[in-house]
């Protein structure tokens, strides 16, 4: 769960971390603290092994899991509090890193603009994720709250994307080129939906 960073946020976003933090004592009867402690005496080393052990052994589900173990193994990779380091992470390649530009560039003046960051995708929101771009073998796939029938070369979006379900349509970027007036069309088409 970020600690720092919160302008990264939306208050949606905000309001959720907040809840899974204070509902963690109320719904469990233990503290944080205290589940910290349980969390060091899991035999599990692999961060998917834990979240399922917890789940198994204490019945403590994913997000609350997630963030228990969070604070139980800070890790040495960025982490939500260090954007800048999530990021420079993510397209440390330069094709992929041009592409990321790009589409920075095609938002930076769209009004309430939140950038977050995360490991595996840079998002984009005003009150919720309209955009978001993750680093793919030759390029980067770019996720739009519009529907795949708003431009021909959209596609639907998969189940498991791994960002916002907000995120209708995608399109596979190569060049920065490709970042043209249509896609800014619809990457502000997709800001007014959120």
């Not at 907040?18 to 503290?31: C, F, M, P, Y």
């Not at 944080?32 to 052990?53: M, Q, S, Y």
């Not at 917890?54 to 997630?66: E, I, M, P, Y």
Request: hydrophobic content about 40%; charged content about 25%.
């Amino acid at each position: 769960m970020p600690k720092a960073g919160l302008d990264t946020l939306t208050p949606q976003q905000r309001k959720w971390f907040a809840s899974v933090r204070e509902g963690l004592q109320r719904d469990t009867g233990k503290s944080l603290a205290d589940w910290v402690a349980i969390a060091r005496t899991c035999p599990e080393t692999a961060h998917r092994a834990r979240l399922k052990w917890f789940k198994d052994v204490h019945g403590l589900l994913q997000n609350r899991a997630s963030y228990v173990l969070g604070e139980a193994f800070p890790t040495a990779t960025p982490g939500w509090s260090e954007p800048d380091a999530l990021r420079e992470t993510l397209w440390n390649d330069p094709g992929q890193r041009a592409l990321f530009d790009a589409v920075e560039a095609a938002v930076q003046d769209l009004p309430e603009l939140i950038v977050g960051q995360r490991k595996g995708y840079s998002a984009w929101s005003r009150r919720y994720q309209f955009a978001a771009l993750r680093p793919v073998k030759g390029g980067a796939r770019l996720g739009l709250a519009v529907a795949p029938d708003a431009d021909p070369r959209l596609a639907p979006a998969k189940p498991n994307e791994g960002w916002s379900e907000r995120l209708k349509s995608v399109l596979t970027l190569t060049a920065p080129a490709e970042v043209d007036d249509g896609v800014k069309g619809l990457l502000k088409a997709s800001w007014a939906e959120s």
